[in-house]
């Protein structure tokens, strides 16, 4: 089954990392990457640009309304996420839970609909 990994984290507390503590982060996301591809629970993933980049669209009695930036304020911002393949949610929340931003943000496991 497909399962869609969430990543919510701080923007805030990313911005105060230093320069070697990101570079230290991102290589464990790399080598979580790297587990997960040679696992074959790999889909898809991706980081999403800074919630500055962000765009919302409602459309509210046919009148399509843009703002900037993400849908409501919150102290978590989605920052990317995993696709992945995983027998059962148990599988993926183990999967979940290795993601580096699950020690100081947020996972959410969602199931994918099968269309």
């Not at 990313?14 to 990101?22: F, G, H, N, S, Y």
């Not at 309304?65 to 027998?87: I, K, S």
């Amino acid at each position: 089954m497909k399962y869609m990994l969430l990543i919510y984290d701080n923007e805030q507390d990313w911005a105060k990392l230093t320069e070697d503590e990101r570079g230290q982060l991102f290589g464990e996301y790399m080598t979580f990457t790297n587990e997960i591809v040679a696992s074959g629970h790999f889909l898809a993933g991706a980081p999403l640009q800074p919630i500055a980049t962000a765009t919302s669209v409602r459309v509210r009695e046919t009148e399509r309304l843009v703002t900037d930036g993400p849908f409501a304020e919150t102290r978590e911002q989605l920052g990317g996420y995993y696709l992945v393949n995983a027998a059962d949610l148990d599988e993926a929340i183990g999967i979940a839970a290795r993601i580096p931003s699950a020690r100081f943000g947020t996972i959410e496991v969602r199931p994918v609909m099968d269309m």
